[in-house]
């Protein structure tokens, strides 16, 4: 069998990747490239693009430890093409391969570019637990979509806080005890901070080179670019923050942008993290007795949960969806929203952490910048444009769906359903 080139993704940093256990280290060869088409499809934070760069060529050193033959183009490359397919055609050529093996990306628009190379074998994205066939014939013919049947489908499926064929407990949700409000005199842990070494160092570098006017300040920069330092900063928030995550999930204080959040969705959406594993070692804290109920059912719930869901209606209403507009909202986005110059102070506050942190826990996006983009009536399209570019944890395929279906009711649809929102329809329009 010849060679093939295997392509690797900035957000599929995964030593289990589909596309690598389909490959044969002796005569395949990765490739890697860091490609302006996809840095600025969006104007990306500037910490989110050190973050991917950075995470990026450690994961190359990584495969190339692990004995993978690994082509890496940086940005500054001056043979760069600047897209995807043509890093792909020069690899092609350099090496006299004719096939490319490459797991499905995690957005849409460039699937349907992928789809369109000659001789690309595209795999499943394995990383996953509901498979997106799986997803839409679930969901096809349902009155309405609830998250939690699904989640419920997803704890059985993979035995999560099961007794039995009974939920731990005796009830599949706690979020009725994860509403407490934080007093400020609580102590909070905040999440490790990792020294950028030299790789990451030109990374930054590069980004305040070529990226001097986009959004968000570059230092200081502490977010973890390697599989050990993710794993750790998990590990610190599983013995530091979890036990006091539930109860405070829903909590925003002053001055403290973390509280007891795990701050590793940009390690888990990047590959650095596994999912399941993650909510394993979560269980096990909780039937060791170190963590209440409700702390472990809330964070399990947000990954194979909320996190599997919102998955699923991406791809299930793919294409067209990001342009959804049930309510008709036409006003711009506010000039503030890149500033945060506003005399409202929640909007101020949350605007000014998302700037110098590129985070912002779950209460903060959807209660404030995107409950006040509702209620203005603001173009969904342009507040999924915003919230794709400035956090480090956001691509489209997880961020789109919150957006117009979550926070914004541009699909048409309210869910997942409660008391006081009632269960409709998904739109397809």
Not at 8 to 13: A, H
Not at 289 to 295: D, E, H, Q, Y
Not at 391 to 402: R, S
Request: charged share 20%; glycine share 8%; aromatic share 12%.
């Amino acid at each position: 069998m010849s060679g093939r080139l295997i392509l690797i993704l900035g957000d599929q940093l995964s030593p289990g990747l589909s596309s690598l256990t389909a490959g044969d280290k002796a005569a395949d060869r990765v490739l890697m490239a860091e490609v302006m088409a996809e840095a600025s499809y969006v104007p990306h934070h500037r910490k989110k693009l050190a973050f991917v760069f950075a995470a990026m060529r450690h994961f190359a050193q990584e495969l190339r430890g692990a004995g993978w033959q690994v082509d890496y183009v940086t940005l500054d490359d001056p043979a760069n093409t600047g897209s995807l397919g043509g890093e792909v055609r020069r690899a092609m050529e350099r090496h006299g391969l004719a096939h490319v093996l490459a797991t499905e990306p995690g957005e849409w628009r460039l699937l349907e570019e992928m789809r369109g190379w000659p001789d690309a074998e595209l795999l499943p994205d394995t990383r996953f637990l509901a498979d997106r066939a799986g997803f839409a014939a679930w969901a096809e013919g349902r009155k309405g979509l609830r998250m939690e049947h699904f989640y419920r489908l997803m704890r059985r499926k993979t035995g999560l806080l099961m007794d039995g064929a009974e939920p731990a407990g005796g009830r599949w949700n706690f979020d009725a005890e994860n509403r407490a409000r934080a007093a400020p005199d609580l102590l909070m842990p905040q999440p490790p901070r990792f020294a950028p070494d030299a790789i990451t160092a030109e990374a930054l570098d590069m980004v305040a080179r070529r990226f001097p006017g986009n959004f968000g300040t570059l230092e200081p920069f502490w977010f973890a670019v390697t599989r050990a330092d993710a794993e750790a900063a998990f590990a610190h928030f599983v013995r530091h923050a979890l036990p006091r995550f539930g109860t405070y999930q829903d909590a925003m204080l002053s001055g403290q942008p973390f509280l007891y959040h795990a701050v590793v969705a940009q390690y888990l959406n990047a590959g650095l993290l596994d999912p399941l594993a993650l909510c394993r070692a979560v269980e096990a804290e909780w039937r060791e007795g170190r963590v209440p109920l409700n702390s472990a059912e809330g964070f399990i719930r947000q990954i194979i949960g909320w996190r599997e869901f919102v998955r699923g209606i991406y791809w299930w209403q793919m294409p067209g969806y990001e342009r959804s507009n049930a309510l008709d909202a036409r006003r711009p986005l506010p000039a503030f929203y890149w500033t945060a110059d506003t005399q409202l102070a929640c909007l101020r506050a949350c605007i000014a952490q998302t700037r110098d942190e590129a985070y912002a826990h779950h209460i903060q996006r959807l209660m404030v910048t995107g409950n006040f983009a509702l209620l203005a009536g603001i173009d969904p399209h342009a507040l999924h444009e915003w919230y794709l570019s400035v956090y480090a944890d956001a691509y489209e395929w997880v961020e789109l769906p919150n957006t117009v279906g979550m926070s914004q009711f541009a699909d048409g649809a309210c869910w997942p359903a409660s008391p006081m929102r009632p269960a409709a329809p998904i739109s397809t329009g």
